[in-house]
């Protein structure tokens, strides 16, 4: 398999990133470890003539217990033990991310930002030139919601669950200068589908910052994939809270890979704050999450059923769920 | 940056230069720029792990590796992890325990063993079975392959 011909960029510092990215807006991919783009750019997926490498840009990478930059590869995140004691939810995601030797090239920043995945997609120009393509690249239509106006392609990353419940913010630098917003924020629900998220042209994800949680605080990400060591996730649960039988003092909870964005339910969980976490409320809690996702029939399992493991995965998550331990 | 830089890295311990288009993968270039021929085109889509190789010592899916970003580092290819005679524990074990049928997954196991075995010389089973889930094997049923990495372990003592 071929890549078409691009121009690759090699800046050195985010501000020299920031200069590019406005200069092309709209003509560019920003490449990380790769892993994510290059297999969509193989099979002519909305590939782009200039690629700006985030390769040498020093800033962008490392990670400490509060910051990971967005270059930091998976793997070095699975390596640091620490780290996986005390952000046990986190860990979980990051360690069932693809396979060993995808972690190793790919990044935080990648992941957070990996595109989204349709069985009609993700398949080579051949494949898709007999259905005539679709919205998402060179067509004008959807095998999957036939209507001409949105995309349903489902967001398939596995950490931006485990890092909304987390309640992460992202610092994002652009042509203004930086800012910061929450994780959840960075994802734009007011889209077609295609475009989701609410960076502009120029803009450059830099870090995640993970606030100090409550004390005692657990977590927890269940992941649903057809072959365990492998596949992305048909469906993803994250939790995290602090709460003991008496009283909830804190509760997130955020589910992927069932819709076009991952989605956190604060309405849900909000209400639960100073109640005691029963079994009947963690099942009214399931029942209710599972009845609100809508995914539809564009991966590998059937909609119906990964709908009716979303209530399974909540119950689990919270049985499962663990506290973070120092050192 | 013209199209057609020279790119120069280390090669299994020897500096080479060689002309390299931006959209040319490590893959492609070692294959079929250099003629090491060891690293294998499975998928080219990430999911096989044939195409396994070493870059500054990492595991690296060479399908998914602009060839220009290795400029300036160290690659090493199935060619470079044999020892010049003979064969790597590795790949002695490999051969002892029955490990390899068709044999075209085998080089990128036997990179990624080889660096599981350099950063963990003692790995449990289970830090075998993980460091291997992202090879696939069509033939063999990876029992045997998880017992010669366990004996190359052992024998490496
Ligand atoms: C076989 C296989 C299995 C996989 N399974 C999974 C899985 O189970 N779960 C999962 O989550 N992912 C999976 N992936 C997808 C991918 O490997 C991971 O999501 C990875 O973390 C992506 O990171 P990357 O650095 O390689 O991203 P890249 O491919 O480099 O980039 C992905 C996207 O993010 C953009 N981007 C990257 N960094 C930035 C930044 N700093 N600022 C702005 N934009 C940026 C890029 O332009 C691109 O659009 C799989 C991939 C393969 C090949
Ligand atoms: S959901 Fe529809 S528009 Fe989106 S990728 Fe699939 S077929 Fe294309
Ligand atoms: S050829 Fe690279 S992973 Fe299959
Ligand atoms: S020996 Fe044939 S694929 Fe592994």
């Known amino acids: 398999m071929h890549l078409d011909p691009f121009e690759l960029h090699r800046p050195t510092t985010v501000d020299e990133v920031v200069r590019l990215a406005t200069e092309l807006a709209g003509r560019f991919d920003y490449l990380a470890g790769g892993t994510d783009l290059l297999p969509n750019y193989k099979m002519h997926l909305n590939a782009k003539p200039h690629l700006v490498a985030l390769e040498d840009v020093r800033e962008l990478r490392g990670h400490s217990d509060s910051r990971l930059g967005a270059m930091e590869r998976l793997a070095d995140l699975e390596a640091d033990r620490t780290f996986g004691r005390t952000h046990p939810g986190l860990t979980d995601a990051i360690g069932e991310v693809a396979t060993p030797l995808v972690r190793s090239s790919g990044t935080v920043g990648g992941n957070l930002l990996v595109d989204t995945r349709c069985f009609f997609f993700n398949q080579s120009y051949f494949w898709r030139s007999s259905l005539g393509f679709c919205l998402k690249a060179d067509g004008d239509r959807c095998h999957v919601v036939p209507q001409a106006e949105r995309c349903y392609a489902t967001f398939s990353g596995d950490l931006a669950p485990a890092l909304l419940v987390l309640d992460a913010e992202v610092e994002v630098a652009g042509p203004s200068g930086r800012r910061r917003l929450p994780l959840g924020a960075l994802y734009d629900p007011g889209g077609d589908g295609i475009r989701r998220t609410r960076l502009a042209p120029g803009d450059l994800l830099v870090a995640v910052h993970l606030p100090p949680g409550p004390p005692g605080r657990r977590a927890r990400y269940k992941k649903l994939r057809v072959r365990p060591s492998y596949d992305f996730p048909e469906l993803g649960v994250a939790v995290a809270g602090a709460w003991d039988s008496e009283r909830v003092r804190s509760l997130r909870l955020a589910v992927g890979g069932v819709e076009t964005l991952p989605r956190r339910f604060d309405d849900l969980t909000d209400p639960l704050v100073g109640t005691p976490l029963t079994p009947e409320a963690v099942n009214r809690l399931a029942d209710e999450v599972q009845r609100r996702v809508r995914p539809v029939h564009n991966t590998f399992l059937p909609p119906d059923y990964r709908r009716r493991m979303v209530g399974v995965y909540v119950r689990r998550a919270f049985a499962e769920a663990r506290e973070g331990s120092a050192g | ?157």
């Open chain 2, 1 to 157: 940056m013209s199209s057609r830089e020279l790119l120069s890295f280390r090669l299994n311990g020897h500096p080479v230069e060689v002309p390299c288009p931006s959209p040319r993968v490590l893959l492609d270039l070692l294959r079929e720029d250099l003629r090491l021929t060891g690293t294998k085109r499975g998928c080219d889509l990430g999911t096989c792990g044939c195409c396994a190789v070493l870059v500054d010592g990492r595991p690296t899916l060479s399908c998914l590796t602009l060839a220009r970003l290795v400029d300036g580092r160290s690659v090493e290819t199935i060619e470079g992890v044999s020892p010049p005679r003979g064969l790597n524990p590795v790949q002695a074990a490999f051969v002892a325990h029955g490990a390899t049928q068709c044999g075209f997954c085998t080089p990128g196991f036997v990179v990624t063993a080889t660096a599981l075995l350099r950063s963990n010389p003692r790995p449990s089973r289970a830090e075998i079975e993980r460091a291997i889930s992202g090879n696939l094997c069509r033939c063999t049923g990876y029992i045997k392959i998880i017992e010669a990495i366990e004996d190359a372990a052992r024998t490496e003592e």
